[in-house]
């Protein structure tokens, strides 16, 4: 059964393997996830297939030709899916996600880095393509639509291979989906391909819930934000007296902006007169790792250097009691802190 449906098959089966293949080498090359079990290893490894064979297996219900289109469209989107996010990758040490494509209308204007970013290396992912459309044009890549029998009996085995990912993303990790912001631990549970379809399925209802929206949710909304208002407290007022310590971080502000003008006039005109009063370090961005801002302010406040893979405040091994600078200086400085996520 086995060999008469490669020998049958052979476009399809082959499409699989080359796309299964790519995915796992980009997941150990492109990006930088951190495996701490042999069940998180096997993750890797089935989690591509969990999407592949299901997806390619449409081609089953399609005639020869169209089968073979089907698969090497697929397999191109599906690559440059790969790309797209080992380039991201690269910088932002992310994924992208539905609100990132937004943005994209941006990207016009980091031509050079995105340049910089691409690796002649990633076109060696387009290789298995032209060996695929090899085959096709031969035209020796086996048989085209399948049986009833065959197509009954894929769908069986590509739901169970669906099952035994969840199942074992689960096992792995407890209530994954009720952590979304750990994309990392998303893409290693559930595969590149399945993160941005549920990504996408999020976002829709998020979108979905704005738009439906009536008075009376935002009754509900207002409601809460007046009973739980605060005036403005006098005891506060002067607090700084005395301590002389002022500690000031930025989420989102590059260095490079400091002392530059637009149209002659100063970006950053406050913070230019403070650092040239105070200390100021530079490249602090590229000492945060996944978490960003929570690896930042860990950086800052704690002195705990972030993880290579995933926020610090998720690390399992951090310290379970962290001092930070404002417990320690308490006497003589005073700490406030805001932060907006764009």
């Known amino acids: 059964m086995k060999k008469s449906f490669f020998k049958n098959h052979r476009f399809l089966c082959l499409s699989i393997l080359f796309m299964w293949i790519k995915t796992y080498v980009v997941y150990k090359l492109g990006f930088d996830l951190q495996n701490n079990s042999v069940l998180e290893e ?37 690559t440059g899916i790969l790309i797209a996010n080992t380039v991201f990758y690269g910088f932002y040490i992310d994924f992208i996600t539905i609100p990132v494509l937004f943005q994209a209308s941006n990207m016009g204007d980091m031509g050079s880095s995105v340049q910089e970013l691409f690796h002649p290396l990633y076109i060696a992912l387009f290789l298995d393509i032209a060996v695929l459309f090899y085959l096709a044009k031969r035209d020796t890549a086996g048989k085209g639509k399948a049986g009833a029998r065959t197509v009954k009996a894929y769908a069986w085995a590509s739901a169970g291979l669906m099952l035994c990912n969840l199942a074992l993303s689960e096992a792995e990790q407890p209530k994954l989906f009720k952590h979304p912001f750990d994309r990392e631990a998303l893409v290693k549970g559930i595969g590149l391909f399945h993160f941005h379809l549920y990504d996408t399925i999020s976002q829709t209802l998020n979108a979905g819930a704005k738009a439906f929206a009536d008075e009376d949710s935002l009754a509900a909304v207002a409601n809460y934000t007046q009973a739980d208002y605060s005036s403005p407290s006098d005891s506060k007022f002067g607090l700084a007296k005395g301590r002389n310590v002022i500690f000031v971080t930025l989420e989102s502000t590059q260095r490079f902006v400091m002392d530059e003008r637009v149209n002659g006039r100063e970006i950053t005109p406050f913070m230019n007169k403070l650092r040239k009063k105070s200390y100021d370090f530079t490249h602090f961005y590229q000492q945060t790792e996944q978490g960003k801002t929570s690896d930042s302010e860990f950086i800052t406040a704690n002195s705990l250097y972030p993880s290579s893979s995933g926020a610090v405040f998720f690390y399992k091994k951090r310290p379970p009691v962290q001092y930070d600078v404002p417990y320690v200086k308490r006497p003589s400085i005073l700490f406030s802190r805001s932060a907006c996520q764009p």
């Open 42 to 78: 096997c993750l890797l490894l089935i989690n591509p297939l969990s999407f592949i064979v299901p997806l390619f297996g449409i081609a089953l219900l399609l005639t020869e030709k169209k089968q073979r289109i089907f698969l090497l469209s697929a397999n191109v989107i599906l």
